[in-house]
């Protein structure tokens, strides 16, 4: 199965707001989403990126003001998903699925995209957006403005799948196919039902762990950034918990990859020949 992520856009933060004991000097971070090929479910996005329509929302609440101060996207038209998706031959209505890991703009915003596309998401956390007023979703990262109208219509929640069971350090979760290629891992801390992916199938094991950290170093060095960082997580006290499960899987060898660490994969699509 090709598994390939795209970059939608730049953001920068001060590297000391990411990590602990960082610089003064502002860090270019990335915004991935993914495209994966899977032979039965076809191409499969992995969340939209920052797209446009993210940048209009108005009246933005204090929290995700904050939010936004941190983390000013500055748009990659290159690999925005419309061109990515062309590159590989597919409109915008080839998309049938479309894995949601969380609800923040960066991952939701161009979801109004692809109108044949069907959600998979936490069907648990989308219950909570609905019954939040608009300003509590705010608080939570989330504008309820960039849901398609029938988004609940076309959710898959996660709660309907098969679960697979943790092996060693491995951990399980919900099987996205049905075929134990794409297992979604629950990754608590920074929003609400906000998931990873673990692609099995690999010579050596991928965990996509969204937003767990900003940077690898976050997770690997055990740096990760204090106050005010925390004041934007979901459930702060989480995040450790969730990060040591990260480096457990790393010392079994899997790989971790973060939607917004500066350092390029394997997986990320090379700049298109000019
Ligand atoms: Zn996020």
Same mark, same amino acid.
């Given at each position: ?37 899977h032979p039965v479910a076809g ?29 000013? !996207? ?59 007023? !608009? ?42 196919f049905?075929d ?24 050596? !094991? ?21 106050? !005010? ?46």
């Amino acid at each position: 199965m090709r598994i390939v992520f795209a970059n939608s856009a730049w953001v920068s933060a001060a590297e000391r707001l990411i990590l602990r004991g960082g610089g003064w000097q502002r860090v270019r971070l990335r915004v991935r989403y993914g495209l994966i090929f899977h032979p039965v479910a076809g191409p499969v996005l992995i969340d939209t990126g920052y797209t446009p329509e993210a940048l209009t929302g108005e009246g933005r609440g204090r929290m995700l003001q904050l939010y936004g101060t941190l983390l000013k !996207p500055e748009l990659n038209a290159a690999e925005q998903a419309l061109p990515v998706l062309k590159r590989f031959g597919l409109s915008p209505d080839d998309i049938r699925t479309i894995i949601v890991t969380h609800f923040h703009a960066d991952h939701i915003s161009g979801l109004s995209l692809f109108r044949d596309a069907r959600f998979i998401a936490s069907d648990a956390a989308w219950a909570r957006v609905k019954a939040r007023s !608009p300003r509590q979703n705010l608080r939570h990262g989330v504008f309820a403005e960039l849901f398609p109208l029938d988004f609940e219509a076309r959710l898959e929640g996660l709660s309907a799948k098969r679960r697979v069971e943790a092996r060693e350090d491995v951990p399980g979760g919900s099987d996205l196919f049905g075929d134990g290629s794409v297992i979604a891992v629950d990754l608590p801390g920074h929003a609400d039902g906000q998931f990873g992916l673990l692609f099995t199938g690999l010579e050596r !094991p991928l965990l996509y762990a969204v937003d767990v950290q900003w940077l690898l170093t976050a997770l690997t060095e055990n740096r990760a950034p204090g106050f !005010p960082a925390t004041l934007i997580a979901e459930d702060a006290a989480a995040i450790e918990p969730t990060s040591a499960m990260l480096r457990r899987f790393l010392a079994v060898g899997g790989e971790v990859m973060l939607c917004h660490d500066p350092a390029p994969t394997s997986y990320d699509l090379a700049p298109e020949a000019a």
